[in-house]
């Protein structure tokens, strides 16, 4: 199953190296990773998109990362309302005969063309990840040259339903 | 003592001090005593500041040698092991101690030389990613950019590595910034939110724990080096006498708990013996105290404690849960969880009857050999232990003589005990005494080795000399890569590839090489004579013991096996 964490992370040299180093060496898959500043100087936000067998895993995953003298903060938001989004970039082969199909899925996703060259477009798209793989379905049948996607970024919502407390670590 | 007057001078009116000088003075602020140190290109600024200093320093005649060493003074003294090498290769030998410290939970502070800032990243001479290899084997790493950094940047190292579970930190110092001036910084306090080690457990589950207790038939202790580690041997025994509890120790843990005690059931795992391994099978209540559920330990997890409610006491709350489902999880250091449970005073659990029968399987069931023809490395550890009154510091290298210390010589006290565990690195043991050592000058160290580890780490020989330690090197030779020689008897159709040494080296010349006094031991009765001699002075000794080649380590727990499935467990 796929879960999102997000962790807070002092801005050091290496840190970056030091997640990515656990999840190979713990031998845990991370599906994407995205890393940026955060609102706080000096601390960056990673959101880790994570496929994992059952709760146990995750619980070490987190447990694990917490561990790291870097790590300020590790959740995991899976269970939460979440906002998440992704950005995808396609370069998609278009004739003038296609352009105007490719404009009619193009609007309904709301997605953009930023760019038109002699004979491809380069389509945006932002949304949670199965409406990009969706949309990525749609756009094969014309030719895909590239592409390129950004992961999983994500945060919690500002009001939450129901009552599932975040999960940090699950001990203490 | 010109550098001393000029070095007060320095610091009373802040001028610039030099990277390296900063350095010193930092280590010497931390009370370190010795450092264990190879000079090189890079680490000169350093070294020459070290020509002067009041701290000794230990050259080893290999890095490796180097960090044993650092580990077994850390083991031994509970002080962080302090380590300087240079870049590149000296680096990168020191690998292996790092990964050995990391997995074993040794406090060390290693520097390793860097290529100067200008020259990071330009694969210049003897320039290595010392970082990038380190970050999965430290607890932490530092690469120092600015001078004024390093008093700070040390303190924290000290800190991290002594502090929660201890391990090793590695700082990189580039030549540049060792050689570069600055002013004396202000001290700062230090701030790592991200670092809070938990000390105290949580009320709640140390009342869960002493009501699981009291609710218990067949309780049973299993405690590791995080009683060791958390100087918490005396809180144990006490616990263990106010609630009667019968304890099992990890390896790494032997000494934690005084193994003549009535409530001593011996060492737990793969070649443990019968009534601690049962004890861990049959428990209905397992309190686990500073052992982290190693597979050497628990053996297939699917019949290890299958009827027991876990209890786990760690300072390090990924441990918890890791490799045992755990019900009661006790996030603390073992010291202060002990203080609280003893504190508690609750009902001890209805257990005469588990106590009695384990009684009876440590009766039945004891550590055995056959004592026939040959030399037995069991008998000789026997002899050893009696002849130290099990007051010796022993320290192990790997394989079956590692086993054999551990089962027949019987730790009366704590931190008299140094041994690889978790990496199982041959080398190890002779590097290590002579930490061992120099962290008790007074104590007896028994450097317990076999032929193959020994000639691993040979070289060091040379520095047991050079400062004249009390180290007993006691080589049980059998000629060949004992366990390895036994997995291949038991698992591989005595098929023996490449485990017996095919020309062995006479031990005693080269002892003799380096000025040490030999001896080759053949029977029972030449061991009884040389023992009583050497263990009568604090000269070190080289003994290079024949023992029976055919020995193998009994009982045993087949890879794959459950803790019930010993074998070789009664005199047949």
């Given amino acids: 199953m796929k879960r999102i964490i997000t962790l807070t992370v002092n801005n050091r040299p290496g840190v970056l190296n030091r997640i990515t180093n656990l999840f190979s060496k713990r031998n845990y898959n991370i599906e994407s990773i995205t890393v940026g500043h955060s609102e706080v100087e000096g601390v960056s936000r990673i959101t880790c998109v994570v496929n994992v067998e059952n709760d146990s895993v995750i619980e070490q995953i987190t447990k694990q990362l917490n561990k790291q003298i870097d790590v300020l903060k590790v959740s995991d938001l899976s269970d939460q309302a979440i906002v998440s989004r992704e950005l995808a970039l396609i370069k998609v082969l278009s004739t003038p005969n296609t352009r105007s199909e490719l404009n009619a899925l193009i609007e309904p996703f709301r997605a953009s063309v930023v760019d038109i060259g002699k004979d491809t477009l380069v ?8 409406k990009i793989e969706a949309f990525i379905e749609l756009i094969k049948p014309y030719g895909i040259k590239e592409l390129a996607r950004t992961g999983t970024t994500a945060f919690l ?12 670590i699950s001990i203490v | 003592m010109l550098q001393e007057t000029a070095f007060t001078n320095i610091k009373a009116e802040n001028k610039p001090m030099s990277g390296s000088e900063l350095l010193l003075q930092a280590l010497e602020k931390e009370n370190v005593e010795v450092i264990f140190g190879y000079p090189g290109g890079a680490v000169l600024p350093i070294y020459d500041k070290i020509y002067d200093s009041k701290i000794l320093h230990v050259l080893p005649r290999h890095e490796q040698g180097g960090i044993h060493a650092a ?6 003294s509970g002080k962080p092991g302090v380590v300087i090498v240079t870049s590149g290769p000296g680096a990168t030998n020191i690998v292996t101690g790092l990964t050995d410290a990391m997995i074993d939970s040794l406090p060390l502070v290693v520097f390793t030389g860097q290529v100067a800032t200008g020259v990071i990243g330009t694969d210049a001479f003897q320039e290595a990613d010392v970082l990038g290899i380190t970050t999965p084997i430290t607890k932490y790493n530092y690469q120092v950019r600015n001078v004024e950094d390093i008093p700070h940047v040390i303190k924290e190292a000290f800190y991290i590595a002594t502090s929660g579970r201890p391990g090793p930190v590695l700082i990189d110092i580039p030549k540049d910034i060792a050689i570069g001036t600055a002013e004396v910084p202000e001290e700062k306090e230090i701030q790592l939110p991200g670092y809070q080690p938990t000390l105290k457990p949580n009320y709640l589950q140390i009342r ?23 100087n918490a041997a005396a809180d144990l025994k006490a616990y263990v006498e106010q609630q009667k509890i019968p304890v099992v120790h990890t390896l790494l843990g032997l000494g934690g708990f005084p193994a003549e005690h009535e409530m001593f059931l011996g060492m737990g795992g793969m070649h ?3 009534a601690a391994n049962m004890a ?10 500073g052992a982290r559920f190693d597979d050497r330990l628990t053996g297939n997890l699917s019949c290890f404690a299958p009827n027991a409610t876990v209890a786990h006491v760690d300072i390090d709350p990924a441990e918890i849960g890791k490799n045992v489902p755990t019900e009661i999880p006790v996030v603390a250091d073992a010291k202060e969880a002990l203080v609280q449970l003893i504190a508690q005073e609750g009902k001890p659990p209805s257990n005469e009857e588990w106590l009695q029968t384990l009684t009876s399987w440590k009766e039945e069931y004891p550590y055995f050999y056959e004592n026939d023809h040959a030399l037995k490395p069991q008998k000789v550890l026997e002899m050893l232990y009696e002849k130290t009154n099990g007051e010796a510091i022993v320290v192990t290298d790997v394989g079956q003589h590692q086993m054999w210390a551990a089962q027949f010589y019987k730790f009366s006290k704590a931190n008299r005990w140094v041994t690889s565990g978790g990496l199982g690195t041959m080398g190890f043991g002779l590097p290590a005494s002579i930490g061992a050592s120099l962290a008790d000058k007074d104590a007896c160290v028994l450097a317990v080795l076999g032929d193959g580890g020994f000639q691993m780490t040979t070289q060091e020989l040379a520095v047991i000399r050079e400062f004249n330690l009390p180290v007993k090197i006691v080589i049980m030779n059998n000629g060949s890569l004992g366990m390895v020689r036994q997995w291949q008897e038991l698992f591989y159709e005595e098929r023996y590839s490449h485990s017996k040494n095919p020309i062995q080296p006479s031990f005693v010349k080269l002892a003799d090489a380096y000025d040490i006094k030999g001896y080759v031991i053949e029977t029972e009765e030449e061991a009884e004579k040389i023992f009583t001699e050497v263990l009568s002075n604090k000269d070190p000794v080289l003994l290079d013991i024949r023992i029976d080649p055919k020995e193998n380590v009994y009982p045993m727990i087949a890879p794959g096996k459950g803790l019930n499935e010993m074998v070789g467990v009664k005199k047949q």
């Fill in chain 1, 157 to 168: 919502r500002g009001t939450q339903r129901g009552n599932n407390p975040v999960k940090n």
């Fill in chain 2, 272 to 274: 443990g013996c019968y």
């Fill in chain 2, 280 to 289: 861990l099978y049959e428990a209905d209540l397992l309190i686990n105290i």
């Fill in chain 2, 208 to 230: 869960k724990l002493t009501e699981a207790v009291s609710r218990a038939k067949k309780p049973v202790i299993l405690a590791g080096a995080g009683v060791l580690h958390a």
């Fill in chain 1, 123 to 130: 389509i945006q798209i932002t949304g949670e990840s199965d």
């Fill in chain 2, 71 to 76: 580990e077994g003074y850390a083991r031994i």
